[in-house]
């Protein structure tokens, strides 16, 4: 079943993931290790139709340290889902979704959204948009220098809002999650090694509503 929490964060995960990992992949010591609301998400309330690549929620991707790890950041597919009411699809709320991954430190997690994901109807209660190919985040996402990212890159989630979304729709979305379907690996982000992430459910505490702009004047 699926469970709605904070989701786990930090780097203290290493020795509980390690214990869950036994059956992973042989390949599998550059696995993400978990996915945590980022402190900067951002926290506005109303979206309306027509705003294009709004940015809606922001989370932190953990990856293993260096000293345990191989040196690798590549993902290899995506899931979003909304636990909100909007949907996607030909006359659904939310046009597209976006995602881009940035450096937590060199760059403060600053990206471009560029990555489109594709409306893959309701799953689950949730509505859901998916990702396959190959994303190299970076060579060494451990790296504690300047210009690393010391472990964390932050996942930018951006919408499209449809010109005409049903009125009081809402958008609170997540990285997708079901221990029902794959209890080994439940998590919506999948890496290179074949490791997958969140090990819960974790989701935008802001929920957003689609509203219309309504104007209002004396023709006198």
């Known amino acids: 079943m699926r469970?709605?929490?904070?989701?786990r964060r930090g780097l203290p995960l290493v020795g509980l993931l390690l214990v869950m990992r036994l059956g992973a992949p042989a390949?599998?010591?550059?696995?993400?290790?978990?996915?945590?609301?980022n402190?900067?998400?951002?926290?506005?309330?109303?979206?309306?139709?027509?705003?294009?690549?709004?940015?809606?929620?922001?989370?932190?991707?953990?990856w293993c340290p260096s000293g345990a790890c191989a040196p690798d950041a590549t993902i290899r597919g995506l899931t979003i889902v909304n636990y909100?009411?909007?949907?996607?699809g030909a006359g659904g709320d939310i046009a597209n979704v976006y995602v881009c991954f940035g450096c937590s430190r060199s760059s403060g997690?600053?990206?471009?959204?560029?990555t489109t994901l594709t409306y893959a109807g309701v799953w689950g209660g949730q509505p859901s948009w998916t990702w396959a190919g190959s994303l190299a985040l970076n060579a060494d996402p451990c790296n504690g220098?300047?210009?690393?990212?010391?472990?964390?890159f932050v996942m930018r989630v951006f919408v499209d809002i449809t010109a005409c979304p049903a009125n009081l729709s809402t958008v609170r979305l997540g990285?997708?999650?079901?221990?029902?379907?794959?209890?080994a690996w439940p998590g919506g982000i999948t890496d290179a090694t074949g490791c997958a992430a969140p090990w819960s459910s974790i989701a935008d505490p802001n929920e957003k509503t689609i509203v219309y702009a309504?104007?209002?004047?004396?023709?006198?």
């Open 3 to 7: 469970r709605l929490g904070a989701g």
């Open 27 to 37: 390949n599998a010591w550059g696995c993400i290790l978990d996915v945590g609301l």
């Open 39 to 62: 402190g900067g998400s951002p926290s506005l309330t109303y979206l309306f139709p027509n705003w294009v690549r709004t940015e809606v929620v922001d989370f932190d991707t953990i």
């Open 84 to 88: 909100g009411t909007a949907v996607g």
């Open 109 to 114: 997690g600053a990206c471009t959204p560029t």
């Open 145 to 152: 220098g300047p210009g690393g990212c010391a472990c964390v």
């Open 175 to 183: 990285p997708g999650f079901d221990d029902t379907v794959n209890p």
């Open 214 to 220: 309504v104007k209002i004047g004396d023709k006198a």
